[in-house]
């Protein structure tokens, strides 16, 4: 058999892969002859450059010292590829775990350009960036200050960074911000959320990040006084990923949307993996009715059915009915006995429910 090994990251837990390695060993010891394929995936968030760097094996892998979210230095990976495209993963720059505590006004997306004009310097002529897991809602307007964007109060004086000192924003200043590159820029996302309202990113996400409701007011408030200036399409789908990154990056440097699992599954080469594999087997950390609204999973389970290849979960935990289109699902949490014994060591359980798979789907 054909094998193709396509997990998303189990979030918190594991990488996808670290996931993908763990599902083939447990195949492999049941059928050591199958010829398996890895193809780790991601939506855009955590793990966006892992997934690339398994799929693209020439592709470089560099790593940029930049300012975190809350100033302190990280170490941001990204690659570029042999045509000139870097990719970039904002949660490798300004991702909430990289805060020493939630910061839902100050913390700021400064970090992801830095690594994008790192990038441009190197030779990049695209920009691929994954927006996903960030700790801010500043609308981007960080990134586009390491591009050279500069931020006004009424008084002529340069704003903080963060996402509460747009509530002081009177005037954009985009003279010294760079060009983006001739190839274009495209943003992977995971969300469809506006840039402001009920439904926008500091109404959504804020708390995760600990804005309280005063917090998420004055953001939600903050972010409409950058769009009031900046233009675009702040009501557009996506526009309010990563605290309104896609929006800011969107209006300012002309970068598009796009759905980041499908995005990736086709950049990745996922149509090609399809074309001669028997089998799917692919997971995430929960399987339930929301892994099939424009998840890796989700997308993953419709490419699979239009190619006509049947697909297996693993999943740390399954939820609800398991539609048709699957032909087999093991919950790692019922193979382990609790969640906490799971989670204390997922790639076992994982190596365990590939091994299951393969003796439920196979003789």
């Known amino acids: 058999m054909r094998v193709v090994v396509a997990p998303d990251s189990f979030k918190g837990s594991v990488a996808a892969g670290d996931a993908a390695r763990a599902l083939a060993r447990g195949w492999l010891a049941h059928r050591p002859g199958d010829d398996v394929r890895l193809l780790p995936l991601a939506d855009g968030g955590e793990g966006t450059v892992d997934a690339f760097a398994a799929a693209l094996p020439d592709a470089e892998r560099r790593t940029t010292v930049v300012p975190g979210p809350d100033g302190r230095p990280v170490d941001a990976a990204w690659l570029l590829l042999p045509d000139r495209t870097a990719v970039l993963e904002l949660a490798q720059s300004s991702g909430l775990p990289l805060l020493a505590s939630p910061d839902a006004l100050g913390a700021h997306t400064y970090g992801l350009g830095v690594v994008a004009r790192a990038a441009l310097d190197a030779g990049a002529t695209r920009l691929v960036i994954g927006l996903g897991g960030s700790a801010s ?30 509530a002081e924003l009177a005037r954009l200043d985009t003279t010294g911000l760079a060009p983006p590159p001739p190839g274009g820029v495209h943003l992977l996302v995971d969300v469809t959320a506006p840039l402001t309202g009920p439904a926008g990113a500091a109404a959504t996400y804020g708390p995760q990040k600990g804005a309280g409701p005063e917090a998420v007011a004055l953001l939600d408030a903050a972010l409409g006084r950058f769009a009031g200036l900046a233009g675009g399409a702040p009501d557009q789908p996506g526009a309010g990923a990563a605290g309104g990154t896609a ?95 799971a989670m204390d060591d997922p790639t076992t359980w994982l190596a365990e429910a590939g091994e299951a798979l393969s003796r439920r789907l196979t003789r």
């Open 247 to 341: 929006y800011g990056l969107a209006a300012l440097w002309d970068a598009r949307i796009a759905p980041g699992a499908a995005t990736i599954a086709t950049l990745v080469g996922l149509g090609d993996a399809l074309a001669g594999a028997d089998l799917v087997l692919t997971g995430e950390g929960r399987f339930d009715d929301t892994s099939l609204t424009g998840k890796v999973v989700g997308s993953l389970l419709d490419a699979a059915a239009a190619a006509g290849v049947p697909v297996a979960v693993a999943a740390g935990q399954v939820a609800g009915r398991v539609p048709g289109s699957v032909a087999a699902a093991v919950s790692l949490v019922e193979l382990a006995g609790s969640i906490d014994a």
């Open 137 to 166: 809602t500043d609308g981007g307007t960080g990134a586009l200050r390491a591009l050279g964007l500069r931020l006004h109060d009424d008084q002529g004086r340069e704003l903080p960074l963060g996402g509460a000192a747009l």
